[in-house]
């Protein structure tokens, strides 16, 4: 899916039977009443965050789970959306600006879609076919649009350069304008995308606000990200980084228009930058009662928040569907050294974290893939990682030791910058209360077994945008992410392809790259989805081996408001609110 927030710890991931399976197995499961019936129109609806601002507001760039969910639901419309209701019916896609979900011909190479009358932007005027193609168009120049999803830009059949970069530059440069016009055009009202192999599932991928229309005459470049043009119900008033962005309804927007959407609240606040103190004392004491918690609280006041009966209807706690992991920058100069990575691995000290963070209630547990267990046929337990015979869920720094001592002879430049108190490696986090105090705590454990790590914190709103810049990010990178849709086509090759939309390891020149994009180009054509499900369990477990990822968390997530917010459901395309259906009380 896309990347989780900060607050879980990247994206989200449709998990369409989690919740029934994990009731079956006498697993809790926190749920909340599906949006009610008698909900009402009127108010403004607060959210409230420690982040001082969203990681991006434009469409093209928007890959966080919440934040797709949050804008899906308020200022832009795509192609085809997600059905606005709880459970796994949530999955399941409905169409929006189209009039059905896409029709496929050529082998599902060609897809086909009709937009419906009375779309507009907050203008007054119509969204065409022109805009939704131009909007498609923008993340082909990735050195305006940057940490968006790339699928559309891999699945066009526009040919490539030598180096696997398109032959079209996008919108602002115009280069191979042609080669797009041909891979992606408009007859009247209707659009056809035409594919560079059979993709099943392309519709889903449309779900994503990288494919929604843009108006090119409001397209500001990067400047986008900061005031989007709004086709939903709602349209951006203000919007001050640090401060708050302020949600006013749109005039031009018809009902009769959108079956998707249903908007309650008159005004939309969403206030940035308040202390994670001063953000718990607010939902502790609902002393702001119309309020939704975009962050969760702190361990300690979440388990206080818990056990509280008088909050029992303010409150969920879920198998969310992401996965959290230590991401490792595999590149020259960083990390490397696969036995340093194996080293920093068997050091941790795993328990200390788990109970800092609430304990297997509130946490989680230990993974061992990438692939979370919800998507079925494509998870297979690896062996090795946390099944090492040496592996110790407390730690274990003598095998630590043990594979620095051999890392000191293999990988002498690799084991100095670790070793070295000058050097050291560096481990980026965002910026919280609990995740400095779980640096302590990896700090403690790292020093045990030799290992030198400092830590770099970055504000939560800007944490992605940092990381994947490939020049800002360090050694080691703190990642989340769950299934776009239900298959692993949408985990494996996205972070672990050079071409993914979220690469955090850098590892398209470790050696053991060339034969994982191999097998992982095969495994995305596959059209038998037996034999491509056990495709991606065997890449699965090649990550695992090459520990370009370390500590996968299969995660559990907590989400709160304040009394006077009702219709809160889990909405699960994107582990998170179903934003649409929330109204004040």
């Not at 796994?88 to 879609?113: I, Q, R």
């Not at 297979?380 to 946390?386: L, R």
Request: aromatic share 12%.
């Amino acid at each position: 899916m896309s990347k989780m927030t900060s607050r879980h710890l990247r994206r989200r991931l449709l998990a369409t039977t989690a919740a029934t399976a994990l009731l079956a197995a006498g697993v809790l499961v926190g749920t909340a009443g599906t949006a009610n019936a008698a909900a009402k129109t009127g108010g403004t609806l607060y959210f409230i965050t420690n982040a001082e601002q969203f990681n991006h507001m434009d469409p093209a760039r928007n890959y966080t789970g919440r934040d797709i969910a949050f804008f899906n639901s308020y200022l832009y419309r795509n192609l085809v959306s997600y059905k606005p209701t709880a459970g796994s019916s949530g999955s399941s896609l409905v169409a929006d600006l189209a009039t059905n979900t896409g029709v496929p011909s050529n082998a599902a190479k060609s897809w086909t879609f009709t937009l419906r009358p009375g779309s507009t932007w907050e203008d007054g005027s119509a969204v065409t076919c022109a805009d939704v193609a131009y909007g498609v168009s923008r993340p082909f120049d990735q050195t305006v649009i940057t940490d968006g999803p790339q699928y559309l830009v891999q699945a066009l059949d526009i040919p490539k350069n030598a180096d696997g970069t398109s032959q079209y530059a996008g919108p602002y440069k115009k280069t191979g304008q042609a080669l797009f016009d041909k891979a992606v055009s408009c007859k009247g009202s209707t659009i056809t995308f035409k594919l560079n192999r059979s993709f099943a599932d392309f519709n889903y991928a449309l779900t994503y606000p990288a494919g929604a229309p843009v108006k090119k005459s409001k397209d500001t470049g990067d400047k986008y990200d900061l005031r989007p043009y709004s086709n939903g119900p709602y349209k951006i008033d203000s919007y001050k980084i640090g401060d708050e962005l302020v949600l006013v309804r749109n005039a031009a927007w018809k009902q009769s228009s959108d079956s998707v959407r249903t908007p309650y609240p008159d005004n939309i606040v969403v206030r940035f930058g308040l202390a994670e103190d001063v953000r718990d004392q607010i939902m502790l004491d609902d002393s702001i009662p119309n309020t939704v918690n975009l962050d969760g609280l702190q361990p300690a006041n979440n388990r206080a928040f818990f056990d509280d009966p008088k909050k029992a209807n303010q409150r969920m706690n879920v198998y969310d569907p992401y996965v959290r992991y230590g991401a490792m920058n595999v590149s020259a100069g960083h990390m490397d050294c696969l036995i340093i990575r194996k080293a920093v691995f068997f050091a941790i000290n795993t328990q200390a974290l788990i109970d800092l963070s609430g304990g297997l209630v509130y946490y989680g547990s230990p993974g061992d893939s990438p692939v979370k267990p919800v998507l079925g046929l494509d998870y297979k337990p690896t062996t090795g990682n946390i099944h090492d015979a040496a592996w110790k869920i407390t730690g274990n720094p003598d095998k630590a030791k043990e594979l620095m001592a051999a890392a000191k002879t293999s990988c002498p430049a690799a084991y100095d910058r670790a070793t070295n108190p000058d050097k050291g490696i560096v481990y980026d986090l965002p910026k919280s209360t609990t995740q400095t105090k779980g640096s302590v705590l990896m700090a403690t454990a790292l020093n045990a077994a030799g290992i030198v790590v400092k830590f770099n914190f970055i504000p939560s709103g800007q944490y992605y945008a940092t990381v994947q810049d490939t020049t800002k990010q360090n050694d080691i990178s703190y990642g989340g992410w769950g299934a776009d849709w239900a298959n692993a086509s949408t985990v494996i090759p996205e972070l672990f392809t050079k071409e993914g939309g979220f690469n955090l390891s850098q590892n398209w020149n470790d050696p053991a790259y060339a034969a994982f994009k191999k097998k992982s180009d095969a495994a995305k054509v596959e059209t038998n989805r037996a034999k491509q499900a056990k495709m991606w369990q065997e890449l699965g477990q090649y990550v695992m081996d090459q520990y370009w990822i370390i500590r996968p968390i299969f995660g559990k997530g907590q989400f709160n408001w304040g009394s006077q917010v009702g219709g809160v459901y889990y909405w699960e395309p994107q582990g998170t609110f179903g934003f649409g259906g929330l109204y004040v009380k």
